[in-house]
């Protein structure tokens, strides 16, 4: 597996796994159990979303129209 997206928290990370999966992609989130030390982590940057190396160059292109419209104001 190959990580797709550092999400800045777990709960963006879902987010963003939900997205892939309705286009057809299997994500796999990491970092649930990292959450509970957060006192001793960085506020963020512990959750990834995952995919198989097939899925990879597919969920790029999701990821990177998410960013796209996050970085002009669209998601809300």
Do not use: C, T, W
Request: hydrophobic share 45%.
């Amino acid at each position: 597996m190959k990580i797709v997206y550092r999400a800045n928290d777990i709960i963006e990370a879902h987010i963003v796994a939900g997205m892939l999966r309705a286009h057809g992609v299997e994500p796999h989130v990491g970092g649930h159990y990292l959450q509970g030390a957060v006192g001793d982590l960085a506020m963020d940057g512990f959750a990834n979303v995952m995919v198989d190396e097939d899925d990879f160059d597919a969920a790029s292109r999701i990821v990177r129209e998410y960013d796209d419209a996050a970085d002009e104001g669209l998601l809300a």
